[in-house]
């Protein structure tokens, strides 16, 4: 009914995560309204990252360098490795700001269901940082997932060979959590898991 | 935290209607890890958008061809106009496909709180196209808004010494809507209105 120029914008729009066809169709009509302050600067960005953004070949993470800012930060430690499932991931650990250390991105989980095995996760990478030397301690921080949790278990198993200690975040009560909307799970996890007071 | 090319990305795809900075970040994410299927036929579209689609001189939506292709279509009826806000309402009446007139697209309604007048509104050319002659219906496809409503009364006011029947959208019950779900002044203009099933 528009222009198959217009309609291809709201088709493509409407593939980004968490746009469906509605939105899709008022985001494409915003960009087309507003040109100057939107879609130039908009064409602009995405051509620059095109251009510029790649994968880090060492852990993963997504930057306008390679190795990342966060691999050559002589800042950070250096002997510790959090493995992340995505690139979200990664970023959800550095706005919390708690953890200074390197990171390495699996690119997803194991899974029988949507059939992705060690191969197709950054695994045989991370075996080789770890043999490298100088790590002392990976953190297996991911989700709380049955997915997550197997191939937590596959990555401690397939690590323990190596002279690190391998740890996983803890489960328990999320900050503001009221036990009774928590599932069971989440709060046997945080009974068996308590602190001392004292 | 990000390379600032990702940061301004994430900031440029939030200012779209209806993307928080969360879904941003994913939908950034979601460009940046497919390139080939994703980013590089969404930046051909913009750029094809951004050179070809712009607003109609005579009625206001947006197409690659000026006039574009709803006032050039020789098989609709040219002695109706159906004005409307904005171009999205004008793609909802084509998508009902229950009319076949011209449009006119206000570019949205007179608002004491936004501080737009009847100057900062299409309807100088709306007044110039019914002067031209050849019309005889004005619909007023307005919102059924405070602003919306208020626009139509100016409208008819403006439109009134010409030779045309001036007409607004029914107000009534939605399909599918119940009588206990439905707002007082819906249901009082649905029974005022009220039609004769015999």
């Not at 095995?117 to 996760?121: I, K």
């Not at 921080?141 to 997932?145: P, R, V």
């Given at each position: 009914m528009a222009a198959p120029e217009i309609e291809r914008l709201i088709k493509l729009i409407g593939?980004?995560?968490?746009?469906?066809p509605r939105s899709a169709r008022r985001a494409a009509l915003s960009l087309m309204k507003h040109r100057e302050s939107l879609m130039r600067p908009l064409l602009e960005v995405l051509e620059a990252c095109r251009d510029k953004v790649a994968p880090c070949r060492r852990c993963g993470n997504l930057d306008t360098s390679d190795p990342c800012a966060v691999c050559t930060?002589?800042?950070?430690?250096?002997s510790v490795v959090c493995v992340v499932q995505e690139v979200e991931d990664l970023w959800a650990m550095e706005r919390s700001s708690a953890y200074r250390g390197q990171f390495h991105v699996l690119g997803g989980t194991l899974s029988a269901l949507d059939g992705r095995?060690?191969?197709?996760?950054a695994i045989g990478s991370l075996l080789a940082r770890v043999e490298a030397?100088?790590?002392e301690e990976v953190i297996l921080?991911?989700?709380?997932?049955v997915d997550g949790q197997t191939t937590a278990h596959y990555l401690a198993e397939r690590l323990r060979p190596f002279a690190c200690s391998i740890t996983r975040l803890a489960h328990g009560l999320?900050?503001?959590?009221?036990l009774n909307y928590l599932d069971q799970g989440t709060l046997d996890a945080a009974l068996q898991a308590r602190a001392r007071l004292d």
């Open positions: 593939r980004l995560p968490g746009l469906g930060d002589p800042q950070r430690v250096k095995g060690p191969d197709n996760l030397g100088g790590i921080a991911l989700g709380a997932t999320p900050l503001g959590g009221e």
